[in-house]
C-alpha cells in the first residue's frame, strides 16, 4: 500500500467541451480508515470512455456533473484488500465506480460487480465484459432489436463498443458496415471484426460508398457519432429502420448546442425509430449480458482490441486522446 | 349522373413546396362504362389533408407522386351508382381514394372500407371515424403508448388528427396539453376536446408556457408540426419519453432540406424514443380504431369539428388553407 499514499486524479476546472489534460491534477492524499461496512480497493485498471465528457460537463446529462475537487468518476477493476463488508473478502476482483485513483475506499454500493471470469484477464471487465460490451449487447439486441437479414451500420465501427456491436450483430445473423477513421481502422474492421464492409469517413465521398455498402438502405444504425456521419446515414434508412443513438462523439460542443438536417421527416418517411439510451438503466440485467459476452469471447466468436497507457500520469490526457480517434482498441490506463 | 359528364381536379404543375389553387385544374370528362368488376361511385364528400402536400411532392416519399394530368389523389365519401362486383351494390355507403372529382370508376381496391354506421353522418367517414380518427387511435395508441398519468403534448391540438389524439389520451388516463394556433382555436382545445391546458404557439413565450403546464416533463409528444414547435418541446421531455411524429406541417419546404437543432443528444439524455408512422401500413386494422372511435362518439366521449366548403371548385385552394391554418375543424368539399 505505498505507505497509505494515494495518488489521486482530481477535476480542476470545468472544461468548455473536450476535457484536456490541464483541467485535471494529480495529488496524493492518505487513504482514510475504513468505515463499517466499506472495502478497501486497490485499482489495477482505470478505465477511459467517451461520456466521461458528459460527466464533468454542466449541460443537462444523465448524471450530476463531478464537482470540481473531486476524484475523476471512472470505471476501474482491481482487487480488495480490506473489507469490513460480509459479501466482500481480501483478493475479491471488483469492478465499479472507483475513480481515477489508486486506491479507493468504497461502500458496497460503488461495486458495479464481482469478476467471476478467473479465466478471462481482469482489463477485459473494464471493456468486452465491461461496460462496453453491456452497452453494445443491450443497445443493439434491446434498443435495437435486429433481424436476422438486416443491414447494420455502426458508426466508430472499430471502437471499444462499435467492434462488440459489429460482430454481435454479424452473431444475430445481420449484415454488418463499419465507419470508421483512417485506413487503419478500417482494415481492422474487415479483418479482426468481421465487417462485411468498411467505410472510411476520413477519405472520399462517404455517402457513395455507403450506398454502395448498403443497397437495400439501412435497416438498423448504430450511431455512437452524431453530426455530419449520422446525417448521412438517416438519408439512407430503409423502411422500418432502427436508429439507436448511444453517444454523440463527433460533436465537439453543445454550448451553443448546434444544429443539423432535421430528422423527423426521415423518420416519418421511413417509418423509423429513433431511440437513447443510456447503459446504466440496465444494470439489473449486466450478468445476463456479461454470461453471453464471456461464452462467445471463450468461443472465439468475439474479438477485442485494448490499447493500455502504463501509469496514472496518463489519465489526465486521457479523454481528448478518445476524441482525437488516437486508440486504436478500448483505452485503459494500467497503475497496478 | 348529370349526362355522364364528371367535374374533374386534375393536377396541372407540381408545387415547389405547399399546393395552390393554380397548381390544378378543374375539366370536364365524360364518366366512362364500367368493365368488369368495377364500381361507380358518386362521391358526396372530398377529403383536404395535410398530406396532399407530400402526394404532390416528387421529394422521396412514402408513395409514387401523382403524375401531371391524372385527377388529384384523394379519399372521398359517396354512394355506389352501379356495380359489376359481388360485393357492392347501388346504395352502399363506401370512402376510399376516389380522387378529387364527380363520379369515380374503380375497382375494388380504390374503396378503403364500406361504411356501415349507418347512425353517424358520412362526413365522419373521412373524418373521425376515417383517416383522421385512426391516424389519431394508432399513433397515439400504438407508437405512443401512454400510459396512465402520462403528460401528452399534442402540436395542431385543434385539427383533425389532434383533437382526436388529445381526447383519446384523455380517455386513456393521460394529461393533455394542446398546442394551437390563436386564442379561437385555443379556447377550442380547452372547451370542446377538454385539453387540460393549452398553449397559443403565436402568442407570448411558447417555452415558459409550455414549462408552466409540464411542470415534471413531457412523457409523450405528439408531433403534427415538426420545426419550430417540436424544438422547443424536445427540451422538455421527461426520462423515457416518446416523441411521434406524425406530420411536418410547419415546414414549408424539405427543398432544400431545413436545418435545426440537433436531436440526437435529447433522445440519448431522456433515453427517448422518436418514431414516425404512415398510416396506409394499419389498414389491416382499421376496424378495429372505426369500431372504438364510433363507439366513444355515440357516448359522448368524442367530439369533432367538421369546416365543409361548398362545391368541387373549393378543392384547388383547399391544401393551402389548411397550410395557411384557416380551416376550425376537418376540411371537407362538399359536392354530392
Not at 422500418?240 to 448511444?246: E, F, P, S
Not at 444494470?283 to 453471453?292: H, Q
Amino acid at each position: 500500500m505505498k505507505n497509505n499514499r494515494n495518488r489521486q486524479v482530481i477535476l480542476k476546472s470545468r472544461p468548455a467541451d473536450i476535457p484536456q489534460a490541464d483541467n485535471f491534477e494529480i495529488i496524493v492524499s492518505d487513504v482514510p480508515d475504513l468505515r463499517d461496512g466499506q472495502i478497501l480497493v486497490q485499482n489495477i485498471y482505470l478505465s477511459v470512455e467517451p461520456a466521461m465528457r458528459g460527466w464533468v460537463s454542466s449541460v443537462a446529462n444523465y448524471s450530476e456533473p463531478v464537482r470540481i475537487g473531486d476524484v475523476m468518476r471512472s470505471f476501474a477493476a482491481g482487487e480488495v484488500l480490506q473489507s469490513t463488508h460480509p459479501d466482500f473478502k481480501p483478493g475479491d476482483r471488483v469492478m465499479g465506480m472507483f475513480g481515477w485513483q489508486e486506491f479507493a475506499v468504497v461502500g458496497p454500493g460503488a461495486v458495479t460487480r464481482k469478476v467471476r471470469e478467473d479465466d478471462l484477464p481482469l482489463s477485459l471487465s473494464l471493456g468486452v465484459t465491461g461496460i462496453n460490451g453491456v452497452t453494445a449487447y443491450f443497445g443493439l439486441l434491446d434498443v435495437g432489436q435486429p433481424r436476422p437479414g438486416d443491414t447494420v451500420v455502426v458508426s466508430t465501427a472499430a471502437g471499444a463498443v462499435g467492434s462488440a456491436v459489429g460482430q454481435i450483430a454479424k452473431i444475430a445473423g445481420c449484415r454488418t458496415v463499419g465507419i470508421a477513421g483512417g485506413p487503419a481502422k478500417v482494415a481492422q474492421c474487415r479483418e479482426q471484426f468481421g465487417y462485411d464492409a468498411a467505410i472510411d469517413y476520413k477519405s472520399g465521398d462517404i455517402e457513395a460508398a455507403l450506398v454502395a455498402a448498403c443497397p437495400k438502405g439501412i435497416d438498423l444504425y448504430f450511431d455512437n457519432t452524431g453530426g455530419a456521419i449520422s446525417d448521412v446515414v438517416l438519408r439512407h434508412l430503409a423502411v422500418g429502420a432502427r436508429v439507436v443513438i448511444c453517444g454523440t462523439a463527433s460533436v465537439s460542443s453543445w454550448n451553443p448546442w448546434p444544429s443539423g438536417p432535421r430528422a423527423e421527416r426521415h423518420l416519418l418517411v421511413k417509418r423509423a425509430r429513433m431511440q437513447g439510451f443510456v447503459i446504466f438503466d440496465y444494470a439489473p440485467r449486466f450478468e445476463e449480458a456479461i454470461a453471453r459476452l464471456a461464452q462467445w469471447l471463450r468461443e472465439g466468436r468475439l474479438c477485442y482490441s485494448e490499447d493500455i497507457l502504463e501509469g496514472i500520469e496518463h489519465a489526465p490526457g486521457a479523454i481528448a486522446t478518445l476524441y482525437r480517434g488516437e486508440n486504436t482498441g478500448k483505452r485503459l490506463i494500467r497503475i497496478g
